[in-house]
């Protein structure tokens, strides 16, 4: 009798656990739905979000640049046909005028562009990097062909990825490297493919003045700047537009310096080698 007892108890405790596990995977399935859910409605109102701010920045980008032609047009205008009659400080003011507005002009420019990465649909490939930075030096090198300058670069460096964001990435790294090495006798600029580890990365350096680490935190960041205007002109966005970049394609982005020791950026990107043998 008492065997059988036990026997009932034991169906009875394993018939309460199916019940409670049951319940459970009841719990869980609809927790997974509501999950789901949510990330599809947050993923709408983030594409929402980002075609208003795509908006914005064309509305913006469209509004401010009319008065500041009108500005820069007027001022020209001026100098040309008044220009005998002002003095050297008028002359000066009104060229002011002008290079504030071209600068207004360069902000916008960057700011739109890269309100258009944050939303421009990405169409992986093979990237050689090394025939494109080879460009983009030869391009900086036909620009000022009166500056020393001399690239280095591996030939091996490819990547996969969105071929456009890519150069574009590229030339921000490669034109800051040509820009605060500009007072070195000789620019030099370094690009190669190294391994870390279980991860390849492409290393971008320079010789140039480099920056402080102490504030490392800000160098990513739109319209911070880690020098002077005066000293080296920018718009403040370069960086922070290749970190976008970098992000859009699952990657890592940092770097190191020290104060007149040049600097080394370093990026993670899917490796075009490793990605065409999986």
């Known amino acids: 009798m008492e065997s ?31 999950l789901e859910q949510k990330v599809k409605d947050r993923t709408r109102e983030l594409e929402a979000t980002n075609r208003e701010l795509e908006a914005f920045a064309y509305s913006v980008s469209h509004d401010l ?3 500041l032609r009108g ?3 007027f001022s020209l205008a001026l100098l ?5 009659q002002l003095d050297h400080k ?11 507005t071209r600068k207004m002009g360069s902000l916008i420019d960057d700011i739109l562009s890269l309100s258009r990465i944050a939303t421009a649909s990405l169409q992986k490939k093979p990237v050689d990097i090394t025939v494109m930075s080879r460009d983009i030096f030869q391009s900086l090198r036909e620009k000022e062909p009166e500056r020393a300058a001399e690239m280095h670069i591996s030939d ?6 969105d071929p456009g964001l890519l150069r574009v990435a590229m030339q921000n790294l490669i034109d800051n490297a040509w820009k605060f090495s500009s007072q070195q006798d000789v620019i030099r600029i370094d690009i190669a493919r190294e391994r870390n580890g279980s991860e390849t990365r492409i290393a971008i350096r320079d010789n140039g003045v480099g920056f402080n680490m102490k504030y490392y935190n800000k160098l990513f960041t739109m319209f911070q700047r880690l020098h002077s205007g005066r000293e080296f002109p920018g718009t403040g966005i370069g960086l922070a ?7 859009r394609h699952s990657g ?15 990026m993670v990107l899917p490796d075009h080698t490793e990605t065409s043998q999986e």
């Open 71 to 73: 500005i820069d047009g």
């Open 252 to 266: 890592r982005l940092w770097a190191e310096s020290e104060v007149g020791k040049g600097s080394a950026f370093y």
């Open 156 to 161: 091996d460096v490819k990547v996969t990825g």
């Open 65 to 67: 640049r009319a008065p």
């Open 241 to 247: 537009t290749v970190q976008r970049i970098v992000n």
């Open 90 to 100: 008028g002359k000066d003011y009104l060229n002011r005028i002008r290079a504030a």
């Open 4 to 34: 059988w007892l036990l026997i009932i108890r034991n169906v009875h405790d394993e018939t309460i656990l199916y019940e409670q596990l049951n319940q459970a995977l009841q719990e869980i399935r609809k927790l997974n739905a509501s």
């Open 80 to 84: 040309e046909k008044y220009g005998d």
